[in-house]
């Protein structure tokens, strides 16, 4: 009996210490977002600060096992093009006929009065 109890014991030291650490895992990946998402990243403030996001977001889609790539548009400034980051993850469906496209999209730089974005 005293073994069972000693297995126990030891069973839910290892399953505190393995949720603590799955814990704090959790907390320190989102802490890391936020510090990279977090400061100024305006384009006409800190082009190397955006490029830096988008190098994130990148990097981010690729470690997901998303195919991933960046496409580069004009902007209404011309020094200043826009590049979208684009992460894909083919379905079960994809190239037949019922294969179906869900797209989301997001800034990752500054956007002046955000709090109309929605």
């Known amino acids: ?3 069972c109890n000693k297995t126990v014991f030891l069973f839910f ?19 890391s977002i936020l510090d990279h998402f977090t400061s100024t990243r305006n384009v006409y403030v800190d082009p190397a600060a955006k490029q830096t ?4 977001i990148v990097k981010t889609f690729k470690d997901h096992g998303l ?11 011309d020094e200043y ?3 979208n980051v684009v992460g894909q993850l083919p379905g079960r469906y994809t190239g037949t006929s019922d294969d179906k496209i869900v797209v989301i999209g997001s800034h990752y730089d500054s956007v002046p009065d955000y709090s109309r974005c929605g």
């Open 53 to 56: 996001a988008r190098d994130f």
């Open 81 to 83: 093009p826009g590049v």
């Open 13 to 31: 030291c290892l399953a505190s210490v393995w949720l603590s650490v799955e814990s704090m895992t959790k907390t320190q990946s989102l802490r």
């Open 1 to 3: 009996m005293e073994l």
């Open 67 to 77: 195919h991933t790539w960046t496409e580069e548009f004009r902007s209404n400034q």
